[in-house]
């Protein structure tokens, strides 16, 4: 199968090949010149697709990262034949940084206000990672290629100024995920029923929320109650969040299926 036929047959949508259109020439240049490339940052979306191509690929060696581990936004790495994952995260090739960004703890600011403010500068959301913002500092992940222009030119988030400076990647601490543990038995490992549990609702209301495209498993859109759910499996509802599915175990004395969810908080 060539290149065409591959995005013709993975693609749902042109922003979707255009997509793997780049990452498939990220990978033919590690595979061409024998050392890494990356992709730019991709949202959990757009990685699941990524996932997608690799696998079509025959699996060829890679990475995702996004700076520290459990990020959101990571880019993918095509290694060569002869780096292993392990020493390119050791080496001095990797393309991702941070910024420091420091304010006062009463501004209140947030995501959304660093968000605007970068992406106010003309930037492209490809080149920026994960925000973590807590009281009075907020993170920013980013490609090295902008790290100076935002040394420059980032100042201000909503109508407070910042304090911007380049930190090690070592010294980032990402906010601690809060999760909720579930404990239920379903009758079936359908996406509708599992999603019910997940999400505290009727079974029909989960499956009406799938079948009008509100629904992601696996960060992907499902639109098909009946899609059979796996243990590992993530599961993402629009305004309500996600969970993601811990163990599948065996039945209860009912004759149901026991399973344990963790749903973010």
């Known amino acids: 199968m060539n290149k065409t036929e591959l995005l013709t047959r993975l693609a749902r949508d042109g922003e979707e090949r255009l997509l793997l259109a780049r990452t498939m020439d990220k990978l033919e240049l590690a595979g061409r010149r024998n050392i890494p490339a990356h992709t730019a940052f991709l949202s959990p979306q757009e990685r699941a697709s990524v996932e997608m191509l690799i696998n079509a690929s025959g699996h060829p ?14 880019i993918c790495v095509f290694l060569p034949d002869w780096q292993a994952p392990e020493d390119w995260l050791a ?3 990797c393309p991702i940084s941070a910024l420091r960004c420091t304010f006062p703890e009463d501004a209140g600011l947030t995501h959304r206000d ?7 500068l003309g ?14 500092v907020c993170d920013v992940l980013l490609l090295k290629e902008i790290e100076d222009f935002l040394l420059l030119h980032l100042e201000s988030a909503g109508r407070t100024r910042l304090k911007v400076a380049p930190v090690a990647l070592s010294e980032l601490t990402p906010p601690k995920v809060e999760v909720k543990l579930i404990r239920d038995t379903v009758a079936t ?9 997940a999400f505290s609702l009727p079974r029909s209301k989960a499956a009406d929320l799938i079948s009008s495209g509100r629904v992601q498993l696996n960060h992907r859109e499902c639109t098909k109650p009946d899609r059979t759910v796996a243990q590992g499996d993530v599961i993402s509802c629009r305004g309500m969040g996600k969970a993601a599915v811990k163990t ?3 039945l209860s004395k009912k004759g149901r299926i026991m399973i344990e969810l963790e749903r973010y908080l």
């Open 248 to 250: 599948v175990g065996g």
């Open 189 to 197: 490992l359908r996406l509708d029923a599992v999603a019910a549990s």
């Open 61 to 74: 060696s890679h990475l995702f990262f996004g700076g520290f581990e459990g990020a959101e936004r990571t």
């Open 123 to 136: 930037l492209d959301r490809e080149k920026v990672g994960d925000l973590l913002v807590s009281p009075g």
């Open 91 to 93: 080496g001095e090739d």
């Open 114 to 120: 660093f968000l605007g403010s970068i992406l106010g």
